[in-house]
């Protein structure tokens, strides 16, 4: 049973009284409109879009035991760990893809879901992703001088933690329509998710037998960029106002199983090599937005946002 709401404090007026004249009225009660309701401010804490983002956090933690564990004198075991790894960073990725879309199709969104996103985020997409580079690729190249990886990978994950800072302040200072629209500097989980599909691009590569020696010096520069990226005023589609409701769910069902057929079956080539690709093409669409036509920017973002909706 809920408890009811205490009254609000009331306030009497009482009029002055002469001699010779009728008693006054009953006192007049005026409402106090200063006082607060305590119901107003309840937290409000919604079950299934924090579900999701607690499972975006297991997965992030998972990401980083695996990275741990990792035993760099088995090379099949430290192989094996590593992608572990990587799959739980881009499982960490569908969560939160989810939670936000969960919440706004319900009506369930709030700040404590915005604020444990962010949190949840920063571990899986910020944390993660530089401890895996610095165990992957830093801790090698930079044997001489330990000192630049842990700076090249305190970069990434300072500049993540600012970019989701300042998504929560604009929100808060009443800009978020503006940033409901578009992302202001490149999401962290699309920069976690091209930071791990390289990754995962140049394993593929060395399974293959092709030479990534050198590739690998690649890494600290791209994801040095990233970090500015993130934290830079490029604007990117965030693909929020996507309405899922189809015309033809039927239709949509179908392409949906096939999609995630091929995905099941081709996961060795597209995971290594397309995703690096598309994430690659969202990164540079940022730049050669603003010099394209509103008419072209809006059927290229509608059709994308049919196709593969993406979310913070």
Excluded at 14 to 33: F, L, M, Q, Y
Excluded at 154 to 181: H, P, Q, T, W
């Amino acid at each position: 049973m809920r408890a009811m709401k205490p009254l609000k404090q009331s306030r009497r007026v009482s009029r002055p009284h002469t001699e010779g004249a009728p008693e006054p009225a009953a006192p007049i009660i005026v409402p106090n409109e200063t006082a607060a309701d305590p119901g107003d401010a309840k937290l409000k804490i919604y079950f299934l879009p924090n579900l999701m983002t607690a499972g975006n956090l297991f997965c992030g933690f998972v990401a980083l035991t695996k990275i741990v564990e990792a035993d760099m004198a088995d090379k099949v075991a430290y192989a094996r760990s590593i992608n572990e790894a990587l799959i739980f960073i881009l499982i960490a990725c569908v969560f939160d893809l989810l939670d936000g879309r969960v919440a706004r199709m319900g009506g369930k969104e709030s700040p404590f879901g915005q604020e444990f996103d962010s949190l949840a985020d920063l571990i899986s997409f910020g944390a993660a992703p530089a401890f895996l580079m610095h165990r992957f690729v830093l801790k090698d190249i930079t044997f001489p001088a330990p000192e630049a990886g842990w700076f090249i990978a305190s970069v990434y994950m300072v500049c993540g933690a600012f970019r989701l800072a300042r998504f929560n302040a604009l929100a808060i200072v009443g800009d978020e329509k503006a940033a409901s629209k578009d992302f202001i500097g490149f999401p962290i989980p699309a920069a976690a998710g091209l930071v791990v599909s390289i990754t995962m691009f140049l394993l593929w590569c060395e399974k293959k037998e092709f030479t990534t020696e050198n590739w690998r010096f690649v890494l600290p520069i791209i994801m040095l960029f990233l970090s500015f990226m993130m934290v830079g005023n490029v604007r990117y589609p965030s693909f929020k106002s996507l309405n899922l409701k189809s015309r033809s769910p039927f239709a949509k069902m179908v392409g949906c199983v096939l999609f995630f057929g091929m995905l099941y079956f081709f996961r060795r080539l597209i995971l290594p090599v397309f995703l690096p690709a598309m994430l690659t093409a969202f990164l540079v669409y940022g730049f050669i937005r603003p010099r394209i036509s509103r008419a072209m920017r809006r059927e290229i973002e509608d059709e994308f946002a049919e196709d593969a909706p993406m979310d913070n």
